[in-house]
């Protein structure tokens, strides 16, 4: 008996590695090789690819495919029908099907990327990002950022709990108790005593 859950509709192939407390849901399809952390959530109709690591915590809405050269860290929240790329080149008649043609994706601990966005390969969402709905990320997006547009540029900062900061000079304190500094485009949190 396994500890984690896979819907009859749901292809797990040999060699993939699923974590301890892990749903997947109808009409998913993990290959082998892919490894996921324990206590993730992959909707209906998600894909990921050999090669790929989610981490723990992980939640994965419906209709999103994380190909290979993506890695989502803990605490990654991926909403409905998101887009990763993974080819920089991308031709039919020239396929790019090995490692080396991937260009790599990371999107670190804690981040959110919002419903139909689409990150351009090659990108680093950093920790505790924000990624509106709609926005096409083509550059690497600083820790706490919120970006939105097309193509997605910042426009703002975010607290770990999700809710929009406002900076008071160099300083915002949030209504969960945490509180932030910011150095020109840098935003980093206060620890407390």
Known sequence: MSDFFVHESAYVDDGAVVGRGTKIWHFCHVMGGAVIGENCSLGQNVFVARRCTIGNNVKIQNNVSIYEGVTLEDDV???????????????????????????????????????????????????????????????????????????????????QCGLTLRFHGDAAACSCGRAYRREGERVTPIESA
């Open 77 to 159: 929240f991926c909403g409905p029908s998101m887009v990763f790329t993974n080819v920089r080149t991308p031709r039919a008649a020239f396929p790019r099907n090995t490692a080396a043609d991937y260009a790599e994706t990371r999107v670190r601990r804690g981040a959110s990327i919002g419903a139909n966005a689409t990150i351009v390969c090659g990108v680093t969402i950093e920790e505790w990002a924000f990624v509106a709905a709609g926005a096409v990320v083509t550059k690497d997006v600083p820790a706490y950022a919120l970006v939105a547009g097309v193509p997605a540029r910042v426009v703002g900062a975010v607290c």
